[in-house]
């Protein structure tokens, strides 16, 4: 039973672990921009789109990811998802404008099988009790490699660093990962399906997507996702140049504070979110912080505050943003706890995929080709306010799944 118990823990930190190193893939382009644009040959807006197509690899396969772990197990697939990843980053770093762009797709692709079969682990080995604390702990590693693509990617490019030399490394250390896991991962029991793969799949997928729970999950985090996926992630280190005038590297500091907070965050709320035994006050708490920090990032004095204070603070309250993929789990039948998560990320990280564009263009509209300002950021990134107010909003509508809630059906039906 011990030894169970020990190889669940290994294959959860391995699979955290794996969503680490693609969140620095995902995260390191915001601290290279300028090196991508000037060899690819992009305006500003083309690097902005060619880093975003991350997310179209990552959305489609977030459906596919779910339904093949729940069918085939872990180590059949999480280690493919690995190399997958890491074959998009040596790509990436080819220098040529198709290869970047495949390179990108096959990143997200890949990509996504990681929190997917970390949470698949969770659902599948340990207990409900620990469900949020344990998600919110992937996230949290999950972010430490986030920050990491911009702590330690920024000071080489500094340093003069070529930036496919960054890439190239980073694809190899995605293969060393992908053949560790492969070696790694215990074998387990999967039940052979009574139907056809793809049907059975579908049918999963159905059962999930029909649950309106599922729908309002996938919405709350995605609006409150947004922020950091496209404003830290993306423009983050522009916004602090350009709109504030701080130099490159504290720029780089001030918004890899962001993912750091979500390394206090995330497990924090999560533990949180367990120990009271309720999910909707944590989500609704954690949101209306970010949104007076979203506020005050565009409209408020940055040299007022203590430096890094408002963006540690932004990224510890979105980690409500995980809160969500614990109340899907809860919301659905046990059995598709890896499609439940799949259809989650595919919600949340489509909106990121069809709304990044959108804020480079209206950039590009409001400051007519030149030199963006702060003014212009304000209006490009206003609709982020709105966005978490909705998220706040559409909390009230999800069901309690959390343990304290429960507890009275169960004494009911005792009874």
């Given at each position: 039973m011990k030894s169970k118990s020990s190889a669940a823990w290994i294959a959860w930190i391995l699979a955290a672990l794996y969503y680490a190193y693609q969140y620095a893939l995902r995260s390191a382009p915001a601290v290279m921009m300028p090196q991508l644009s000037a060899a690819l040959g992009l305006s500003t807006v083309g690097v902005a789109?060619?880093?975003?197509?991350?997310?179209?690899?990552?959305?489609?396969?977030?459906?596919?990811?779910?339904?093949?772990?729940?069918?085939?197990?872990?180590?059949?697939?999480?280690?493919?998802?690995?190399?997958?990843?890491?074959?998009?980053?040596?790509?990436?770093?080819?220098?040529?404008?198709?290869?970047?762009?495949?390179?990108?797709?096959?990143?997200?692709?890949?990509?996504?099988?990681?929190?997917?079969?970390?949470v698949y682990i969770v659902g599948r080995h340990f207990p409900d009790s620990r469900a949020a604390t344990l998600i919110g702990a992937t996230q949290m590693i999950g972010m430490a490699g986030g920050s990491a693509g911009q702590f330690l990617v920024g000071p080489f490019i500094v340093r003069g660093v070529e930036w496919n030399h960054l890439w190239i490394g980073m694809g190899l250390v995605g293969l060393l990962l992908a053949a560790t896991l492969f070696v790694v991962l215990p074998k387990e029991k999967v039940d052979k399906p009574k139907t056809d793969w793809l049907i059975g799949s579908a049918r999963a997928l159905g059962v999930v997507a029909r649950n309106p729970q599922s729908i309002l999950c996938g919405l709350v985090a995605g609006l409150l996702f947004i922020p950091t996926n496209i404003l830290d992630m993306i423009w983050g280190v522009r916004f602090l140049q350009e709109a504030h005038g701080f130099g490159y590297g504290d720029a780089v500091l001030r918004s890899a504070m962001v993912p750091l907070g979500w390394i206090i965050g995330c497990p924090l709320l999560g533990l949180l979110s367990d120990r009271l035994g309720r999910r909707k006050p944590v989500i609704v708490s954690g949101a209306c912080v970010l949104l007076v920090c979203l506020a005050w990032i565009l409209y408020g004095d940055a040299h007022i505050l203590p430096p890094y204070l408002v963006g540690i603070v932004a990224g510890i309250a979105s980690g409500s943003a995980m809160i969500p993929y614990t109340v899907i789990k809860e919301a659905n039948p046990p059995e598709f706890n890896g499609t439940s998560t799949g259809l989650m990320n595919f919600l949340c990280f489509t909106s990121s995929a069809l709304i990044a564009p959108v804020f480079g263009w209206i950039m590009q509209g409001v400051s007519a080709g030149k030199a963006p300002g702060l003014e212009h950021y304000q209006t490009t990134f206003q609709a982020l306010l709105y966005g978490v107010a909705l998220a706040v909003l559409l909390t009230f509508f999800l069901k309690e799944t959390g343990p304290a809630a429960r507890v009275p059906v169960v004494t009911a039906r005792a009874a």
């Open positions: 789109s060619l880093i975003g197509l991350f997310y179209y690899g990552y959305s489609p396969f977030a459906l596919v990811s779910g339904a093949a772990i729940d069918r085939l197990g872990a180590r059949a697939v999480i280690p493919a998802g690995a190399l997958i990843t890491a074959i998009g980053a040596l790509l990436f770093a080819t220098g040529g404008l198709a290869a970047a762009n495949v390179g990108r797709l096959l990143q997200g692709a890949g990509g996504v099988f990681s929190f997917v079969g970390a």
